[in-house]
C-alpha cells in the first residue's frame, strides 16, 4: 500500500465533503482494502511527513470535525497507536491543500478560505475592533459586544432588501 494512495484517498475525501471533514481511519482501510495495522503504518510515514493531520475523539470529542489546533506529531503518533481507529479521522494538510486545490473562490471571505485548508475551525483570529466600526456606523446592522464575545446581524427590517448583498 503506497502512502501516495493514501494521502489521495484522504485528500479527495475532504475536498468532496460539503462540511470540510476528514475521513475515519476505520473507512480509509475499508476503501484502501487493507487491514487496521497497515493503514497505520501508512499513516504514521504520512503523519512524520506532515502531510496528514489526526484528529482523535478522544482529544476533541468530534474528530469528523477539526475543531481545535493539531497535536505536535509525536502526540498524533502516540494516540495512532492507542487510539481505536473508529474514533480518529485523517486530513490533509493545508500545505498539501495548498499546492492541490485552486481556492479563488474564496479570495473575498479569508476566515471562510481557512477551511478548506484543514485549518482548526476554533482557532482564535484577532483583529483590531475598528475594522467594525462600519457596522456600528450602518444602521442595517445590530452590533452589540461584551468583554471576549458579541455579535453582529442584520436588523429584520433589512434582513431580505435589496440594499444587502445576497451573502
Same mark, same amino acid.
Given at each position: 500500500?503506497?502512502?501516495?494512495?493514501?494521502?489521495?484517498?484522504?485528500?479527495?475525501?475532504?475536498?468532496?465533503?460539503?462540511?470540510?471533514?476528514?475521513?475515519?481511519?476505520?473507512?480509509?482501510?475499508? !476503501?484502501?482494502?487493507?487491514?487496521?495495522?497497515?493503514?497505520?503504518?501508512?499513516?504514521?510515514?504520512?503523519?512524520?511527513? *506532515?502531510? &496528514?493531520?489526526?484528529?482523535?475523539?478522544? !482529544?476533541?470529542?468530534?474528530? !469528523?470535525?477539526?475543531?481545535?489546533?493539531?497535536?505536535? &506529531?509525536?502526540? *498524533?503518533?502516540?494516540?495512532?497507536?492507542?487510539?481505536?481507529?473508529?474514533?480518529?479521522?485523517?486530513?490533509?494538510?493545508?500545505?498539501?491543500?495548498?499546492? @492541490?486545490?485552486?481556492?479563488?473562490?474564496?479570495?473575498?471571505?479569508?476566515?471562510?478560505?481557512?477551511?478548506?485548508?484543514?485549518?482548526?475551525?476554533? @482557532?482564535?483570529?484577532?483583529?483590531?475592533?475598528?475594522?467594525?466600526?462600519?457596522?456600528?456606523?450602518?444602521?442595517?446592522? !445590530?452590533?452589540?459586544?461584551?468583554?471576549?464575545?458579541?455579535?453582529?446581524?442584520?436588523?429584520?427590517?433589512?434582513?431580505?432588501?435589496?440594499?444587502?448583498?445576497?451573502?
Amino acid at each position: 500500500m503506497a502512502a501516495a494512495d493514501a494521502l489521495d484517498r484522504i485528500r479527495t475525501f475532504f475536498v468532496e465533503s460539503r462540511d470540510f471533514n476528514g475521513i475515519p481511519v476505520s473507512r480509509l482501510a475499508e !476503501h484502501l482494502g487493507i487491514a487496521a495495522p497497515d493503514v497505520r503504518r501508512v499513516l504514521q510515514e504520512l503523519v512524520a511527513a *506532515q502531510r &496528514v493531520d489526526l484528529v482523535f475523539a478522544s !482529544h476533541s470529542e468530534n474528530p !469528523h470535525i477539526k475543531r481545535l489546533p493539531d497535536l505536535p &506529531v509525536d502526540a *498524533q503518533l502516540a494516540k495512532l497507536e492507542a487510539d481505536d481507529p473508529a474514533g480518529i479521522c485523517a486530513y490533509p494538510s493545508s500545505d498539501v491543500l495548498r499546492d @492541490t486545490r485552486d481556492l479563488r473562490e474564496y479570495d473575498d471571505r479569508p476566515y471562510t478560505r481557512r477551511l478548506p485548508l484543514a485549518e482548526a475551525q476554533l @482557532t482564535p483570529i484577532f483583529f483590531e475592533l475598528r475594522v467594525l466600526e462600519q457596522y456600528f456606523r450602518d444602521p442595517r446592522y !445590530h452590533c452589540r459586544f461584551w468583554d471576549r464575545s458579541g455579535l453582529i446581524s442584520v436588523r429584520q427590517e433589512h434582513y431580505q432588501s435589496d440594499q444587502m448583498a445576497e451573502r
